[in-house]
């Protein structure tokens, strides 16, 4: 008798502020359709409490990450990131996601994919979703990932081991370079926006421009029906200005409401990714905001507080607290970012394997 189940292994993670199972490629089927499958099956999608998987009935529960040792000369590990929804059957290996990928060098440290190289252990991931790269370094003390810690990252409660994550090269990473209208400022659809892209695809606006003040909480502005449509009008005139064509069934641009900062940091966010308001910001959506402060002449120029000098560091508020970027600048032409470093934490939370039906995995095969 043939099993009902298929059972793969898998290591459920924390990275930064989203959190899902990370998987070895060569764990997983080889062809997408059957891949993708496979991981609805594993998350529970389409549900909205995706009750029969693992997701956590949140676009920031919905996420999986699927790593392999890099056969690119100078990378270690390649990253493939995807992004599942509740309620719907996609998923989607176009954007990126920076907070997942604080949990990739633990990860491929606890499979073996990596060795330690010693108190610290810094690797280069090629993220496959944008072809970007980036260094990682994670603390390995005594040859083993250190999850405890004191870096605090707002989102996450307590306290955690520190990762760094150096990136180096954002710009353009789904779209056609940093300034995908080609324009650091532009009125589409009757607002004033800047279309941006270091990292991710973001579509920026001042939060009065739509009737707002910036500051209303995440459940208000979910609650908010008349602005989710409007925003979402916004969003697919602005995907076709940026060159991706229509986004209605995408998840990217993410939509950002900005206002003047309140609480110490440079410049206030409300984020949507894309139709429901982010508790805090993705890590590359806040590397996007922080380079739009410092590019002149965007949305954010006259309420955006930048300190001076060529690194700088950009605190962007969200709704749970604040998001800090270092950015380094060309001293000769300020419009150019050269360098974005940040901070993350992640944890292994269960080692094991995750179960799907065996007809998922063979379609059409119930025996």
């Known amino acids: 008798m043939r099993a009902m189940q298929t059972s793969i292994k898998t290591l459920f993670m924390r990275g930064g502020t989203s959190r899902g199972p990370f998987f070895l490629e060569s764990d997983l089927p080889p062809d997408r359709e059957t891949r993708d499958r496979v991981l609805l099956a594993v998350m529970g999608s389409p549900?909205?409490?995706?009750?029969?998987?693992?997701?956590?009935?949140?676009?920031?529960?919905?996420?999986?990450?699927?790593?392999?040792r890099s056969s690119v000369p100078g990378v270690d590990i390649d990253f493939l990131f995807a992004q599942l929804q509740p309620d719907k059957d996609t998923v989607d290996t176009t954007p990126n996601c920076?907070?997942?990928?604080?949990?990739?060098?633990?990860?491929?440290?606890?499979?073996?994919?990596?060795?330690?190289?010693?108190?610290?252990?810094?690797?280069?991931?090629?993220?496959?979703?944008?072809?970007?790269?980036?260094?990682?370094?994670?603390?390995t003390p005594g040859g083993s990932v250190a999850?405890?810690?004191?870096?605090?990252?707002?989102?996450?409660?307590?306290?955690?081991?520190?990762?760094t994550i150096n990136f180096l090269d954002t710009a353009g990473s789904v779209c056609d370079g940093l300034l995908p209208t080609g324009k650091v400022r532009d009125v589409i659809d009757g607002i004033e926006v800047t279309c941006i892209d270091n990292g991710m695809p973001l579509?920026?606006?001042?939060?009065e421009a739509v009737g707002r003040s910036g500051y209303e909480s995440v459940a208000e502005l979910n609650a908010d029906t008349e602005l989710k449509a409007r925003i979402e009008t916004l969003r697919i005139a602005c995907g076709h200005a940026m060159g991706l064509g229509d986004v209605t069934q995408k998840n990217y641009p993410k939509m950002t409401l900005i206002a003047a900062p309140r609480t110490g940091g440079s410049l206030s966010t409300r984020s949507f990714i894309p139709h429901v308001c982010h508790d805090a910001i993705g890590v590359l959506a806040a590397v996007t905001v922080a380079?739009?402060?410092?590019?002149?002449?965007?949305v954010t120029e006259g309420i955006a507080i930048v300190p001076e000098g060529s690194v700088k560091q950009v605190s962007v508020e969200h709704p749970t607290?604040?998001?800090?970027?270092?950015?380094e600048v060309d001293p000769a032409n300020s419009q150019n970012v050269t360098r974005a470093a940040l901070l993350r934490t992640a944890r292994l939370i269960m080692r094991g394997e995750v179960m799907v039906p065996t007809s998922v995995w063979n379609k059409g095969d119930t025996a």
Request: glycine share 12%; with cysteine.
């Open 47 to 68: 549900d909205k409490r995706q009750i029969d998987g693992l997701g956590g009935a949140h676009p920031l529960t919905s996420k999986v990450g699927i790593v392999r």
């Open 147 to 163: 999850y405890s810690g004191d870096a605090r990252i707002d989102g996450v409660p307590g306290t955690s081991a520190p990762i």
């Open 98 to 139: 920076g907070n997942m990928l604080a949990a990739v060098v633990p990860f491929a440290l606890e499979t073996g994919l990596a060795q330690v190289q010693g108190d610290t252990t810094t690797l280069r991931v090629l993220t496959l979703n944008t072809d970007m790269q980036c260094d990682i370094t994670v603390q």
């Open 321 to 327: 607290g604040e998001f800090s970027v270092e950015l």
């Open 203 to 207: 579509v920026m606006f001042r939060a």
């Open 291 to 298: 380079t739009a402060c410092v590019l002149k002449g965007s």
